[in-house]
């Protein structure tokens, strides 16, 4: 463990870094492209939630505190798995392409089960199904970049960055579109075959990618690295600021879809084109902060995103017309997941780097525990106060 005075700038876990030959050089390029699109199809099936929420509202006659609770149990349920998957991605990681592959068909048996929801508790295990896709996917691919690309490990996850916002950016646009056709329950339930066989061509095709991987560490040596990790003063800092940031953006993605079709009375397209705008810009803010994070530093890019981010939430429900809201949510989109991953390789810097996957899923349950409540006390506060409240609460 390297112990580091502030987070001024990216420093490498390995000491020395060979040349990589045009093969090598490929192969991490490959690896890169397609967890880029592994990330792409998760995160397509994580921006379902929010598009379809305001059906499951109306369908199931939820009030705003229900509501913020099926966001928590979605959190919930990749929080609790998150370390466990932490583990086996670094134990096995061999196995790295069928954890993947897990937590893509993950995604399709979540929906396939929410299709079928017809009463508040039977959608419970969809919507919890929901995280555990995430919570699958995130160690495995965070920790084959992360020890893959030592030396441009911010732009390596930045660029992983991108597969959410082309994922989340298109999701609500076609989504939204179909919706106004077929049912949202419907739809849900076509989801399943497309998760199949993407889980399937993932799994064959990096499989060879991990064949000579070394043994991860043992229990011992695993908790061990964990411990040294949150004894650094300047992980916990950047790990506390994530809570901070997950907590706005955990609530704004609840209840900024029914802000949308209820108080302002968008369509499903409206709902879906307002939240493209929320994660298009950042197909390429995400690789600019990481290419800035690994010249300069991590805190260049990480502090005046933060506060920028905070002051567009707080801007939001003065919006008074379409151009002024879409300025307002397509600037968030500037920094919304962006901060995550440069967050992410600020903390990578810091730890061993036979516990990147494990580090991944430490920095996961932390954000979890104290970000759970948050959809409940701004449905809380939306109750009492009116949505537009919740924004406020998350600025």
């Known amino acids: 463990m390297r112990s580091v005075g502030a987070i001024s700038r990216p420093r490498l876990i390995m000491a020395d870094i060979a040349p990589l030959d045009t093969k090598e050089e490929n192969q991490r390029r490959y690896l890169l492209g397609s967890l880029i699109f592994g990330h792409t199809v998760i995160h397509w099936y994580q921006q379902l939630f929010p598009v379809i929420l305001p059906g499951i509202k109306d369908s199931l006659g939820l009030n705003d505190v229900q509501v913020g609770t099926l966001s928590a149990v979605c959190e919930a349920s990749g929080g609790f798995l998150i370390m466990p998957s932490g583990y086996l991605a670094d134990s096995f990681a061999k196995y790295r392409p069928l954890i993947m592959a897990f937590a893509l068909a993950s995604g399709g048996l979540a929906y396939f089960l929410v299709g079928f929801a017809f009463s508040y508790l039977w959608i419970m295990p969809g919507i919890a199904m929901i995280g555990v896709a995430s919570a699958a996917w995130h160690p495995a691919s965070v920790g084959s970049l992360s020890a893959k690309f030592p030396d441009r490990r911010g732009t390596a996850l930045a660029l992983h960055g991108v597969g959410t916002s082309i994922g989340d950016t298109i999701a609500p646009l076609c989504v939204g579109a179909l919706l106004l056709a077929v049912s949202w329950q419907t739809l849900m339930k076509f989801h399943l075959l497309p998760a199949l066989v993407l889980a399937f061509i993932l799994w064959r095709s990096l499989g060879s990618f991990y064949q000579d991987s070394r043994p991860g560490p043992d229990l011992k040596s695993y908790l061990s690295g964990i411990k040294d990790m949150l004894n650094e003063r300047n992980i916990l800092a950047i790990m ?12 704004v993605l609840t209840f900024l ?17 307002y939240l493209m705008l929320l994660y298009l810009i950042g197909m390429v803010s995400q690789p600019v902060m990481g290419v800035v994070s690994d010249r300069f530093s991590r805190k260049v890019v990480l502090l005046p995103a933060y506060a920028t981010l905070g002051l567009l939430y707080l801007f939001l429900p003065a919006t008074t017309n379409g151009i ?4 307002v949510i397509g600037a968030m989109g500037l920094f919304f997941y962006g901060t995550g991953n440069i967050a992410t390789a600020a903390v990578m810097d810091l730890s061993a780097s036979e516990v990147q996957g494990s580090t991944m899923s430490a920095m996961s349950v932390f954000r979890h525990v104290f970000t759970l409540p948050s959809p409940i006390i701004a449905g809380v506060i939306a109750t009492e106060f009116g949505t537009e409240a919740a924004f406020l609460y998350a600025g």
């Open 257 to 273: 879809p029914l802000y949308l079709t209820e108080d302002l009375q968008y369509t499903s397209l409206g709902l879906g084109f």
């Open 240 to 251: 506390v600021a994530g809570v901070f940031m997950s907590m706005g953006r955990l609530s």
């Open 324 to 327: 002024q809201l879409g300025l």
